[in-house]
T-cell receptor
Framework: GAVVSQHPSWVICKSGTSVKIECRSL??????MFWYRQFPKQSLMLMAT?????????EQGVEKDKFLINHASLTLSTLTVTSAHPEDSSFYIC???????????????FGPGTRLTVL | GENVEQHPSTLSVQEGDSAVIKCTYS??????FPWYKQELGKGPQLIID?????GEKKDQRIAVTLNKTAKHFSLHITETQPEDSAVYFC??????????????FGKGTLLTVNP
């Protein structure tokens, strides 16, 4: 299957700093990528949908200015957590949909996740 | 919007036994139902999926059934092994042409297979 990578796999930062997380589709082009947030022992919560070359669509309650998403190419989307605070500590997961398969497939390929800890 | 309920939240079985996880959905327009396995500290992996034009799908020890009328779908794992221990999530979505669609996830089931 298609492979999605994330970098870094984990990051620890001080409160008030910004952190960038990269999501890459390694062997396919992804017109759409999704960013999720997952707290311990909870389900995945969609934060935003990112389409290549256009602005991300954020879910209700997600601060656009705090979670900056850029999808500059068909293989890379980035999530920047600005002015991070301890409550932003979480597991961030991206996923991608390929553009090269029939539209009815709908399969999302998930990255391995990034553990963010804000001190 | 779509709402997906998943039960049970935890499930403990003996190795070799079967495990069944059930999900219900609310949006009758949903037509794609994937199941994901998530191991600790990792991203979800698709293990099986089913579309609304199919009632059952099987892949070795894993099967999924769908009842569109009742709006529920289930994951069946037979001959469970310790490596099946993980959190399993069901999800549902409409087919909107492959892009700009969103998965709605259940809350997950922690499956423990005891040797």
């Amino acid at each position: 299957g298609a492979v999605v990578s994330q970098h870094p796999s984990w990051v620890i930062c001080k409160s008030g700093t910004s952190v960038k997380i990269e999501c890459r589709s390694l062997d396919f082009q992804a017109t759409t990528m999704f960013w999720y947030r997952q707290f311990p022992k909870q389900s995945l919560m969609l934060m935003a949908t990112s389409n290549e070359g256009s602005k991300a669509t954020y879910e209700q309650g997600v601060e656009k200015d705090k979670f900056l998403i850029n999808h500059a190419s068909l293989t890379l989307s980035t999530l920047t957590v600005t002015s991070a605070h301890p409550e932003d500590s979480s597991f961030y997961i991206c996923s991608a949909i390929t553009s090269g398969v029939p539209s009815s497939y709908n399969e999302q390929f998930f990255g391995p996740g990034t553990r963010l800890t804000v001190l | 919007g779509e709402n997906v309920e998943q039960h049970p939240s935890t499930l403990s079985v003996q190795e070799g036994d079967s495990a069944v996880i059930k999900c219900t959905y609310s949006d009758s327009a949903s037509n794609y139902f994937p199941w994901y396995k998530q191991e600790l500290g990792k991203g979800p992996q698709l293990i099986i999926d089913i579309r609304s034009n199919v009632g059952e799908k099987k892949d070795q020890r894993i099967a999924v059934t769908l009842n569109k009328t009742a709006k529920h779908f289930s994951l069946h794992i037979t001959e469970t092994q310790p490596e099946d221990s993980a959190v399993y999530f069901c999800a549902a979505t409409r087919d909107r042409g492959g892009s700009n669609y969103k998965l709605t996830f259940g809350k997950g089931t922690l499956l423990t297979v005891n040797p």
